[in-house]
């Protein structure tokens, strides 16, 4: 197999790259990761209105781009990179697919222009108080009145749940069926509490849903499908934000320790320091390799991208956090301190770990697909 990028594609990066190091650079990322919001609404506005980012992956016809999953997995490396304080993955990756995937050219054509202008910050609600991500955790009920559906449950660790104007909720109907659903309206039976988390660049919350109206995407018996569909458009992307969080801590590691000076010589001049750079190395190159794999096995259509993609997603788990303790260990005492910036990819490395399942189970998802 052979991959790369063509040139406009490179350009695409290069200019994502130039205005995440303008608008995010760490000093912001730490006044964002003390807030409650955890996103600079003039940052936003800029990355939808200026670069339509938020426009990328939705077809031209709901005032999108029509790019497909590589641009997007691109722009989420990119970000990955930059440490971003924003709702893109929760509203973009998350919600406009799902949306995408599973809503009627009607459906499609009511939400998605928001999305792709960035005016509607939504999300995705499918983990449930036991954490899982696969459709056969989800035990979430939706009941039917006529042409208008009723939520009754609980959802955990919702990325932005706290900021999402919209939230699609994955939920069973009563035929056993998994059902997307939407809720536009979060003042009616909806109680939202924000989460502690490890990785306070991401804001989590818990969603109630107390007899909550909701409408149904799609037909009943797609859901199921489509999610599967989404699902790996979102582990896709998360692999490739994790390549690029990985690739910006080994940099900073290598240029720490090519300018620390001990006993006379740069630290980075030590082999055990040489070793640590070539594992990185390793490790990083392959978790971009297989992250650009699953994008492109997706755009594809690939009848072994769900095995694919996690494959990505456990490469991907597996280099960040590795790469994560090379770097602090690299840096040295100061590698531990709140001071030093490693600390805030440290903790997105753990975070993302296990968010859409830990390298485990995808391993495991990979396996029971080639043997299926």
């Avoid at 939202?192 to 018996?221: H, Q, W, Y």
């Avoid at 001049?269 to 650009?292: G, I, N, P, R, W």
Wanted: charged content about 20%; hydrophobic content about 45%; proline content about 2%.
């Amino acid at each position: 197999m052979q991959f790369s990028f063509s040139a406009e594609q490179e350009e695409f990066r290069s200019v994502i790259r130039r205005f995440l190091e303008a608008k995010s650079p760490t000093t912001a990322v730490r006044a964002l990761m003390e807030g409650d919001t955890g996103y600079d609404p003039e940052v936003w506005k800029a990355l939808s209105a200026d670069l339509g980012l938020t426009a990328l992956h939705i077809p031209e016809e709901y005032g999108g781009a029509g790019f497909g999953v590589t641009e997007l997995a691109v722009a989420c490396e990119e970000m990955g990179r930059a440490l971003l304080c924003a709702p893109f993955f929760a509203s973009t990756v998350m919600a406009a697919t799902a949306i995408l995937q599973a809503g009627d050219d009607d459906q499609k054509a009511a939400y998605l222009p928001g999305l792709a202008a960035g005016e509607t910050i939504a999300t995705l609600a499918v983990a449930e108080p036991n954490g899982g991500w696969n459709g056969g955790a989800i035990a979430m009920s939706a009941t039917e009145y006529g042409a208008v559906y009723r939520l009754h449950g609980s959802k955990s660790y919702v990325l932005d749940g706290m900021n999402a104007g919209l939230v699609v909720v994955a939920a069973r109907l009563a035929n056993g069926h998994l059902g997307l659903f939407v809720v536009s309206d979060l003042s009616d039976g909806v109680t939202r509490t924000p989460l502690k988390s490890m990785d306070p660049t991401r804001k989590l919350a818990r969603l109630d849903f107390n007899n909550t109206p909701a409408v149904l995407l799609g037909a009943s018996e797609a859901g199921e499908a489509a999610y599967a569909r989404v699902f790996d458009t979102m582990v896709a992307c998360l692999a490739a934000e994790m390549a690029g969080g990985a690739e910006r801590l080994r940099e900073d590691a290598l240029e720490y320790v090519n300018m620390r000076v001990q006993f006379g010589r740069t630290i980075g001049s030590f082999q055990v320091t040489k070793h640590k750079a070539a594992d990185m190395l390793l490790d990083v190159e392959l978790a971009k390799s297989s992250a650009y794999a699953a994008a492109s096995a997706l755009d594809d259509g690939d009848a072994d991208a769900s095995a694919i993609v996690s494959l990505a997603k456990a490469q991907g788990s597996d280099a960040y956090m590795q790469t994560a303790v090379h770097a602090v260990q690299m840096h040295g005492g100061i590698g531990f301190t709140y001071d030093n910036d490693t600390h805030m990819w440290f903790k997105r490395a753990k975070a993302s770990e296990v968010f859409l399942g830990d390298a485990n189970w995808h391993r495991e998802r990979m396996l029971h697909h080639w043997s299926a």
